[in-house]
């Protein structure tokens, strides 16, 4: 059987070892701390939202790539300066969801605008929110309980890549299929992998 969880790690080792390091480096040597750094990447999709929303989605895909480096180094920079705490962790978790929400808000004013209206599209974004966001709560559930919850094979660095890919490629529509349909199963694979672990029946 194809190992997914096997090649997600393998790729994550390759991003920390081409990208992750040196852009740590980079951004301790010029004092960014943990903390600025999550605030930029949320800032930075906010900003992509707004070109989302006017329909230059090459920008906002640009932008996507952008702003997911902030959140690539946030936890290296808090172990490198040794600053790792309880409430920068919330901090990065919570803006995590909120810099993914700000594009699908920017998509949703696209695709409801009089001149660009999309009744199917604007119906994929609100499966594809709903999907992203269960997917990280299925993880924040199970960990909750003491339990691995990171089963699923379309988690916030697949979902941010695909999301920057397709923008620059100008395929909105394309991406909003791929995450209404791929966010809801891996979701739902997550909670099966969770559920079968557990040593007991969730709540």
Request: proline residues 2%; hydrophobic residues 55%.
């Amino acid at each position: 059987m194809f190992d997914i969880q096997g090649l997600r790690d393998w790729l994550r080792s390759a991003v920390a070892n081409w990208f992750e390091r040196p852009m740590v480096s980079a951004f301790a040597a010029v004092g960014i701390s943990a903390n600025v750094a999550t605030l930029l990447g949320v800032a930075i999709a906010g900003v992509a939202a707004y070109f989302a929303a006017m329909g230059d989605f090459w920008i906002a895909g640009v932008l996507v790539i952008v702003g997911s480096a902030m959140d690539l180094v946030d936890g290296g920079l808090a172990r490198r300066s040794g600053t790792v705490s309880k409430r920068g962790a919330i901090l990065d978790s919570v803006l995590d969801r909120v810099s993914e929400t700000l594009v699908f808000v920017g998509l949703i004013i696209y695709f409801t605008d009089s001149d660009t209206a999309s009744q199917t599209d604007a119906i994929l974004i609100v499966i594809a929110l709903a999907g992203s966001l269960m997917v990280s709560y299925v993880r924040a559930r199970a960990e909750g309980l003491g339990l691995r919850g990171k089963a699923g094979f379309f988690t916030r660095p697949e979902r941010v890549a695909l999301t920057g890919i397709l923008l620059i490629a100008d395929q909105p529509t394309i991406l909003l299929w791929i995450l209404a349909v791929g966010t809801p199963l891996s979701a739902a694979m997550r909670f099966i992998d969770v559920w079968g672990n557990a040593d007991q029946p969730l709540d």
